[in-house]
């Protein structure tokens, strides 16, 4: 029980990060234009990096929305929802590396993509925790 609680909680803390982080892309704060303007990139790479990361925050919370905790009701009755967090993990994950490249090849110094690594690492422990959870449910 405590294991499926604390996936829950990544799983939000998760969904939350890169939720936020897409809304702050989509709405291009200043230090995002600062940010745009150094690296030589594109608004609408922005503007599909803040989709990305909303689509795949959200695909967090569904799939956890579906995986009830004992005793608690699930709000959606699909298996299949359940099992969106892993592409919706692998996305994240992708698209975070794809950020530490560009910032790798502008010469920036690791604390311009330390959040992207944090995240990359929580990701990954998700996964992992979220696989073995339906290996051992099942």
Same mark, same amino acid.
């Given at each position: 029980?405590?294991?499926?609680?604390?996936?829950? +909680?990544? &799983?939000? *803390?998760?969904?939350?990060?890169?939720?936020? /982080?897409?809304?702050? $892309?989509?709405?291009?704060?200043?230090? +995002?234009?600062?940010?745009? /303007?150094?690296?030589?990139?594109?608004?609408?790479? $922005?503007?599909?990096? @803040?989709?990305?990361?909303?689509? @795949?925050?959200? &695909?967090? *919370?569904?799939?956890?929305?579906?995986?009830?905790?004992? &005793?608690?009701?699930?709000?959606?009755?699909?298996?299949?929802?359940?099992?969106? @967090?892993?592409?919706?993990?692998?996305?994240?994950?992708?698209?975070?590396?794809?950020?530490?490249?560009?910032?790798?090849?502008?010469? /920036?110094?690791?604390?311009? $993509?330390?959040?992207? +690594?944090?995240?990359?690492?929580?990701?990954? @422990? $998700?996964?992992?925790?979220? +696989?073995?959870?339906?290996?051992?449910?099942?």
């Amino acid at each position: 029980m405590i294991f499926v609680v604390a996936l829950w +909680i990544l &799983g939000f *803390v998760l969904a939350i990060a890169f939720i936020t /982080d897409g809304i702050v $892309y989509l709405t291009g704060s200043n230090r +995002i234009q600062r940010r745009m /303007d150094h690296l030589e990139l594109g608004r609408e790479l $922005y503007r599909g990096v @803040g989709v990305v990361e909303i689509i @795949g925050g959200l &695909g967090l *919370v569904f799939s956890a929305l579906s995986s009830p905790l004992s &005793g608690w009701p699930s709000l959606f009755k699909s298996s299949t929802l359940v099992w969106l @967090g892993i592409p919706s993990v692998l996305a994240l994950v992708a698209v975070k590396v794809v950020v530490i490249l560009i910032h790798r090849d502008a010469n /920036d110094p690791a604390h311009e $993509y330390s959040s992207a +690594i944090t995240l990359i690492v929580l990701s990954i @422990g $998700y996964l992992i925790a979220f +696989i073995a959870r339906q290996v051992v449910a099942a």
